[in-house]
Nanobody
Framework: VQLQAYGGGLVQAGGSLRLSCAAS????????MGWFRQAPGKEREFVAT????????YYADSVKGRVTISRGNAKNTVYLQMNSLKPEDTAVYYC???????????????WGQGTLVTVSS
């Protein structure tokens, strides 16, 4: 499966963005889906994950309450709604598809190319 993340951009602190992850080659409902991010000079870190059914989600403490991961009705898109954005949310955001409900990047087999989110203060 090939993943494509998009929807990033420049936003002021306190603003919102919705990232999307679209798939080709196979339906995303076959995978647990996750979002990760990597800020300049930092390691990639977990942001959010959602089960195949969409019934369970889990968030990093740093984004909990501000971010919502969801699956689209067509089942082949996954979203990351980000509200109350902070400058420290600035990073390249990656979507990923994997086997298990996990916060570990190593559990995800398929990765999109990333979309840049820049939050200005």
């Amino acid at each position: 499966v090939q993943l494509q993340a998009y929807g990033g951009g420049l936003v002021q602190a306190g603003g919102s963005l919705r990232l999307s992850c679209a798939a080709s080659g196979r339906t995303l409902s076959s995978y647990t889906m996750g979002w990760f991010r990597q800020a300049p000079g930092k390691e990639r870190e977990f942001v959010a994950t959602i089960t195949r059914s969409g019934g369970n989600t889990y968030y990093a403490d740093s984004v909990k309450g501000r971010v919502t991961i969801s699956r689209g009705n067509a089942k082949n898109t996954v979203y990351l709604q980000m509200n109350s954005l902070k400058p420290e949310d600035t990073a390249v955001y990656y979507c990923a598809g994997g086997r298990g409900f996990s916060v570990r990047a190593s559990e995800y087999d398929y990765w999109g190319q990333g979309t840049l989110v820049t939050v200005s203060s």
